[in-house]
């Protein structure tokens, strides 16, 4: 059974900073892109980052700069390191698996940007 487990999010104030961790169980992710997608209420879900390899990644225009993709193979995981965070980055975050057709999502963290 594929699992994908999100983790740390939270409350913080505009400015600061959040690392989310996505673990992942049942699946070998070194062929996978590992991405993070978020939905603010009354909106759709969309791609915040994603990563194929260490020199292959996307981000959405709206994070260039502030946010950070990583993954560790080994730990089955991958990260998103968030800083100087902003009202409108406030949403439920999830972790995507995908390799061709197949597509494992976790369950989502929330962060809330709020003084």
């Known amino acids: 059974q594929v699992q994908l487990v999100e983790s740390g999010g939270g409350l913080v104030q505009p400015g600061g900073s959040l690392r989310l961790s996505c673990i992942v169980s049942?699946?070998?992710?070194?062929?996978?892109?590992m991405g993070w997608y978020r939905q603010a209420p009354g909106k759709q879900r969309e791609l915040v980052a994603s990563l194929i390899s260490t020199n292959n990644f996307i981000y959405t225009d709206s994070v260039k700069g502030r946010f950070i993709i990583s993954r560790d193979n080994v730990k089955k995981a991958t990260f998103l390191q968030m800083n100087n965070l902003k009202f409108d980055d406030t949403g439920v975050y999830f972790c995507?698996?995908?390799?061709?057709?197949?597509?494992?999502w976790g369950q989502g963290t929330q962060v809330t940007v709020s003084l």
């Open positions: 995507q698996a995908s390799y061709g057709a197949y597509s494992f």
């Open positions: 049942g699946i070998d992710i070194s062929a996978y892109t």
